[in-house]
């Protein structure tokens, strides 16, 4: 399953990572994904990344400021996110897919002064 940590409140122009701990299923071999939904409104993927973690891609509204990141070995995704804006207030979530699909817990971030 998919444990996720960090999110909170920040600052608008300021940054936060998340984190995704992963275990039960071969990590190396699945698509890592963070989406993020706001009440009202579907959920919406913001970055992916290859089972590798050589190929990454964003939506419109992230890119240039988010970053996302997989490690095989420790069986981890990060988002990183700078540049903080009210518009990325959501809870955010990590996503597994492969045989299988596994979501994370969830976590909020808040971005306001």
């Known amino acids: 399953h998919l444990v996720q940590s960090g999110g909170g409140l920040v600052q608008p122009g300021g940054s936060l990572r998340l984190s995704c701990a992963a275990s039960?299923?071969?990590?190396?071999?699945?698509?890592m994904s963070w989406y993020r939904q706001t009440p009202g409104k579907e959920r919406e993927a913001v970055a992916v990344i290859t089972p590798t973690g050589d190929i990454t891609n964003y939506s419109t509204s992230v890119k240039g400021r988010f970053t996302i990141a997989k490690d095989n070995d420790k069986n981890t995704v990060s988002l990183q996110m700078n540049s903080l804006r009210p518009e990325d207030t959501a809870v955010y979530y990590c996503?597994?897919?492969?045989?299988?699909?596994?979501w994370g817990q969830g976590t909020q971030v808040t971005v306001s002064s």
């Open positions: 039960g299923f071969v990590f190396s071999s699945y698509t």
């Open positions: 996503r597994a897919e492969g045989y299988l699909t596994y």
